[in-house]
């Protein structure tokens, strides 16, 4: 458990993971949250890999007026299972499967979803051009439901790919990427679960975009 504290206070040098999971969330400060992670990976053979992860969170999300504080009761599942095979030293293929659920139990704050639900499945190809250069196309179908503040029922389904262009530095001092979201310009509803008023970066888009990473690693 943890409450999330004002950002001045919390200018430290420190993992922002922990054995894969995040522990840093842009929630509100205030935010009082208890977090419950589980992840088992194993190979099966030299060629096959498989996984799964879940974690669960509670939170309670403050609303401050001028003499009282309030609490939303907030609920995050995010569960996945992956089966990876590289087929030769030239490529590899990746199987998953993507639950996430979020729920807001009470109604004391009205800008967020009322319950969102998310099933995906991505399919990655990637072929390894040399060592040091990795091309890989993701396609994903993605089931998304959910209930917004006025308590309407939405939903939508949808398949969107993603294409990417990795090259690695040497020495893994960290690499350079060019990707392309939603390649065929599809059109969809999706609610992102980002209910922070954060600007962070969403799931999924309804349009073309382009993309471009520099990860440094220094050792």
Known sequence: SMVNKPDVAIQTLEPTQVMGFNQFYADRIGSRITQHNIAIDSALTDDFSIGISSSYREID?????????????????????????????????????????????????????????????????????????????TPTYVDHDYVDASLNQNSDDFVVTDLSLVYKFSRRMGNLSFGVHNLFDEQFNFYNLNYTGENNEPRYVPSRSFITKLNITLQ
């Open 61 to 137: 999300w403050p609303t401050f007026s001028a003499t009282s504080i309030t609490f939303d009761d907030l609920k995050e599942i995010q569960s996945q299972v992956y089966l990876n095979w590289v087929v030769s030293n030239f490529a590899s293929i990746s199987l998953g499967a993507v639950y996430e659920s979020f729920e807001n139990t009470n109604a004391n704050t009205v800008v967020t979803p009322k319950k969102l639900k998310t099933v995906s499945y991505p399919l990655t190809f990637s072929a390894f051009i040399s060592s040091n250069l990795k091309l890989a196309i």
